[in-house]
Nanobody, 125 residues
């Protein structure tokens, strides 16, 4: 059974940093398509960054230059390094995985099959 588990959320002040982790279990290796999503209070889930194996990541415009996705294939773990966090980044953050997605769908929540339960990030001004 595939399971994704996020960790690393917390509360920081504006300008601070956090690193989120997503550990994938129940698989021999990480899925080819992985992504980070977020859901801000009162809003729908939105794509933050997605990546396909051996390709450059696709970032949402609102995080370019501040967030970086990476993956540790030996540990089946996906990371999201978040720098210069702002109050508008306050959200529940989710990781997601799928075996095969078109690059154009990497930031589309409905395209992904597997999801974690989320980790909360709160940024104060």
């Amino acid at each position: 059974q595939v399971k994704l588990e996020e960790s690393g959320g917390g509360s920081v002040k504006a300008g601070g940093s956090l690193t989120l982790s997503c550990t994938v279990s129940g698989v021999d290796r990480l899925h080819d398509c992985l992504g980070w999503f977020r859901q801000r209070p009162g809003q729908g889930r939105e794509g933050v960054v997605g990546i396909r194996v051996d390709e450059d990541a696709v970032y949402a415009d609102f995080v370019k230059g501040r967030f970086t996705i990476s993956r540790n294939t030996a540990e089946n773990t996906l990371y999201l390094q978040m720098n210069d966090l702002q109050p508008e980044d306050t959200a529940m953050y989710y990781c997601a995985a799928d075996t095969s997605l078109a690059r154009s769908l990497l930031l589309t929540p409905a395209a992904y099959m597997y999801w974690g339960q989320g980790t909360r990030v709160s940024v104060s001004s």
